[in-house]
């Protein structure tokens, strides 16, 4: 369950982080593979409801892909990346040693708009 629509705030305290999002049902965090089976459920559960959607619609149905708590990190630091936020910060917040695997791996170019917005934004900000 997601403690906040439980109104439950988490009292264990894990490698020095509190207040987890994801807790079972005793109040202590869930472990990952817990945390991708709650994601897989809420998916399969949609793909089914679009399935009977779509029929009644006369529609080919649209999926969504499966979609673990990695995909979820990873989209959310690309998109504090995208949004400019401070490497190092996000090294921070991912917890990662060294601040080129926060680069490499999820600081990525996902074509040729994340080029052309980036220039854009340059520009902007030195006037141009």
Do not use: W
């Not at 089914?48 to 080919?60: I, L, Q, S, W």
Request: net charge positive; proline share 2%; aromatic share 8%.
């Amino acid at each position: 369950m997601i403690n906040f629509m439980l109104g439950r705030r988490s009292t264990e305290k894990i490698d020095g982080y509190s207040d987890f999002i994801f807790l079972a049902k005793t109040g202590r965090p869930l472990m990952p593979s817990a945390v991708n089976n709650v994601i897989y459920n809420v998916v399969d559960k949609y793909n089914k409801e679009e399935v009977v959607k779509a029929k009644k619609e006369h529609r080919k149905a649209e999926f969504l892909p499966k979609i673990s708590a990695h995909n979820l990190r990873h989209t959310a630091c690309s998109n504090m990346a995208r949004q400019g936020m401070n490497i190092k910060v996000l090294q921070y917040l991912m917890g990662h040693a060294h601040s080129d695997v926060t680069m490499d791996v999820y600081n990525h170019i996902a074509g040729r708009q994340d080029v052309k917005e980036e220039v854009e934004r340059y520009a902007l900000a030195v006037g141009g």
